[in-house]
C-alpha cells in the first residue's frame, strides 16, 4: 500500500470519529524518518484513544499493521506506519509540542483531498 493511501485511509478514520483539527504534513524532502505526518487532536483522552484505536483498525483491514504504536493510553499516541506517523493528541499536549511549527518547513497537504469519497 502506498504512503498516500495509508494517510487517506487514517484521516478517514480521524474524520469519521470526530477527530479534530486533521493536519497532514509531508516531510519526505526534509527528513528520512517518513514521508507524511498526520497530526489530529481529541477532545478527552478518552477520545484520544478512540481515535487511534479506529486508525488501527481500519488499517488493519486493509493488511497494514504498524510497525510501531506509543503511548495508547496518554494523552499523545503515535501510531508508526514507516513512511506515514500519526500523532493523535489531547489539545493541551498538541499545544505544548506544536508539531506543526517544528516541521513548518513540509508541505501543507489538503484533507479535503482524501475526506471527497
Not at 517518513?34 to 484520544?48: K, L, P, R
Request: aromatic share 10%; charged share 30%.
Amino acid at each position: 500500500m502506498e504512503a498516500k493511501d495509508i494517510v487517506k485511509t487514517a484521516v478517514m478514520a480521524l474524520d469519521s470519529k470526530k477527530g479534530e483539527n486533521i493536519r497532514v504534513i509531508g516531510i519526505s524532502d526534509l527528513t528520512i524518518l517518513t514521508d507524511y505526518f498526520v497530526i489530529a487532536t481529541g477532545s478527552s483522552t478518552t477520545q484520544v484513544k478512540a481515535l487511534a484505536e479506529e486508525v488501527e483498525y481500519k488499517l488493519e483491514q486493509q493488511g497494514i499493521a504498524p510497525h510501531h504504536i506509543e503511548g495508547r493510553n496518554t494523552p499523545w499516541v503515535c501510531l508508526d506506519y514507516n513512511s506515514v506517523v500519526i500523532h493523535i493528541f489531547y489539545k493541551d499536549q498538541r499545544d505544548f509540542y506544536q508539531l506543526e511549527r517544528l516541521w513548518e518547513d513540509g508541505d501543507k497537504i489538503d484533507i479535503a483531498d482524501f475526506l471527497e469519497d
